[in-house]
């Protein structure tokens, strides 16, 4: 069995690869196996992995380029493979923002006060998010790379044959968790 994991832009995220995982980031850095941006092709051979997780890397790319970044990764699944995504869930977002809970919002007051301000630059986080998801979203843009079988799952709970695709799971509170198989 082959794993990969797709760290974009964060290889101070993901500083130690676990055993059996491939990471890919599009910077080189410790833990680091595959460096590449996802964009552009991955350089590995078409169904090489049982299953694929990412973990918020989708949001740093615009919106115009994740049909080539999830088709990459479907030709990187072997038939029957699964592609795990944590994604920043813009509805949980926005129902925090509406409950006025403050506390849901990851942004220190010294960087803003606002609860808005705070919503905002979490959904931005920062400058680097270019993109942002829901599940219906996300089902949608699955089904057009020629994924099936989409489903959200609970944080570390999986609807697949593979235990081990939850293993990275985290940043329960702000993501949901959705799988796909090719």
């Known amino acids: 069995m082959f794993w990969f994991v797709v760290c974009t832009g964060a290889a101070a995220r993901c500083p130690i690869t ?7 980031d599009i910077q080189a850095g410790a833990g680091v196996d595959v460096v590449a941006d996802i964009r552009g092709g991955l350089p590995l051979v078409d169904d090489s992995f049982d299953y694929i997780v990412s973990i918020h890397t989708l949001p740093e790319i615009p919106y115009g380029d994740l049909d080539r970044a999830l088709c ?7 038939p029957g493979g699964v592609l795990r995504l944590s994604l920043p869930d813009l509805d949980k977002a926005i129902r ?4 006025k809970d403050v506390d849901y919002f990851l942004i220190p007051d ?11 630059v979490q959904l931005l986080w920062y400058g680097r998010s270019r993109s942002m ?3 219906e979203f996300m089902v949608e843009l699955l089904a057009r790379c020629g994924f099936h079988s989409i489903q959200p799952c609970p944080f570390r709970e999986t609807a697949n044959v593979y235990p081990g695709i939850v293993e ?3 940043r329960e509170l702000e993501s949901f968790f959705i799988e796909a198989q090719k």
Do not use: C, H
Request: hydrophobic share 50%.
């Open 110 to 120: 010294e960087v803003v006060q606002s609860i808005a301000g705070k919503m905002i």
């Open 18 to 24: 676990p055993y059996g995982w491939v990471n890919s």
């Open 168 to 170: 990275l799971d985290d």
């Open 96 to 99: 925090a923002y509406l409950a």
């Open 72 to 78: 990459e990764l479907r030709r990187v699944l072997r």
């Open 133 to 135: 998801f829901t599940i």
